[in-house]
C-alpha cells in the first residue's frame, strides 16, 4: 500500500539557519508526491509538488524539495528559516485510488 | 474567488448523539474530500464526492456518511458519537485534472 512516513514529531532550527523536514515514501510506481503547511488554526495549504521532472522542486515561501528515487525520499528544505515558518508541515503521496494519503505531520519550530 | 468554508466552525456533542458538518467548495470545483485530524494520526481520509457520487472512501465505520448536492456543496455525517470522534474535520476541493487540494479551516468537534 501506498504510504509516507515522517520520521520526526518535531524539528527546532534557529532562525536564518537551514531546515531539514523529513519524509519517506512506498509506493508502487512512480510516486506523486507533496507537501502542505498548517498554520495554527487553519486548514492546511499547498507547498509543492514532485510529478516527474527535476528532482528538486521549488515551492512557495521559499521551500524546495528534493526527490531522491534511490533512498525512497522526499525532504522538504528552506535555505533560510524564518520565525514565521513555524507551523506543521505534512508529507502526502497519491495513492492508487487517488487519495491523497498524508503522513502524521511534523512541527518545524524557529526560535528567533 | 472564495475558499472553502467550513461550518459550523466549533461543535460539541455528547456521546450518542449524531451530527452534520457542511463543507462549500471554491466555485467551480465538483471534487470535495473530507479528512479526520488528530494529534499523533495526522490526516486521515474520509471520502471523496464528485458530482454528487462518491468516488473513494476510507477505512472509516459506517456511521460516517457523506453526500454532495448538484451546486457541488457536501455534507458529513456522524451517527452515534463516540469520544474517539474528538477530531478536526477537515474539507478540501479539487478543480477538475487539478492537483492542488484547497482545504477550509474545518470543523472541530469536540464529544463529550
Known amino acids: 500500500a501506498q504510504s509516507v512516513a515522517q520520521p520526526e514529531d518535531q524539528v527546532n532550527v534557529a532562525e536564518g539557519n537551514p531546515l531539514t523536514v523529513k519524509c519517506t515514501y512506498s509506493v508502487s510506481g512512480n510516486p506523486y508526491l507533496f507537501w502542505y503547511v498548517q498554520y495554527p488554526n487553519r486548514g492546511l495549504q499547498f507547498l509543492l509538488k514532485y510529478i516527474t521532472g527535476d528532482n528538486l522542486v521549488k515551492g512557495s515561501y521559499g521551500f524546495e524539495a528534493e526527490f531522491n528515487k534511490s533512498q525512497t525520499s522526499f525532504h522538504l528544505k528552506k535555505p533560510s528559516a524564518l520565525v514565521s515558518d513555524s507551523a506543521l508541515y505534512f508529507c502526502?503521496?497519491?495513492?492508487?485510488?487517488?487519495?491523497?494519503?498524508f503522513g502524521t505531520g511534523t512541527r518545524l519550530q524557529v526560535f528567533p | 474567488k472564495a475558499g472553502v468554508t467550513q461550518t459550523p466552525r466549533y461543535l460539541i456533542k455528547t456521546r450518542g448523539q449524531q451530527v452534520t458538518l457542511s463543507c462549500s467548495p471554491i466555485?467551480?470545483?465538483?471534487?470535495v474530500s473530507w479528512y479526520q485530524q488528530t494529534p499523533g494520526q495526522g490526516l486521515q481520509f474520509l471520502f471523496e464526492?464528485?458530482?454528487?457520487?462518491?468516488?473513494n472512501k476510507g477505512n472509516f465505520p459506517g456511521r460516517f456518511s457523506g453526500r454532495q448536492f448538484s451546486n457541488s456543496r457536501s455534507e458529513m455525517n456522524v451517527s452515534t458519537l463516540e469520544l474517539g470522534d474528538s477530531a478536526l474535520y477537515l474539507c478540501a476541493s479539487v478543480a477538475d485534472n487539478g492537483e492542488k487540494l484547497f482545504f477550509g479551516s474545518g470543523t472541530q468537534l469536540s464529544v463529550l
Open positions: 464526492y464528485f458530482s454528487e457520487t462518491q468516488r
Open positions: 466555485s467551480g470545483h465538483r471534487s
Open positions: 502526502a503521496v497519491r495513492d492508487r485510488t487517488d487519495k491523497l494519503i
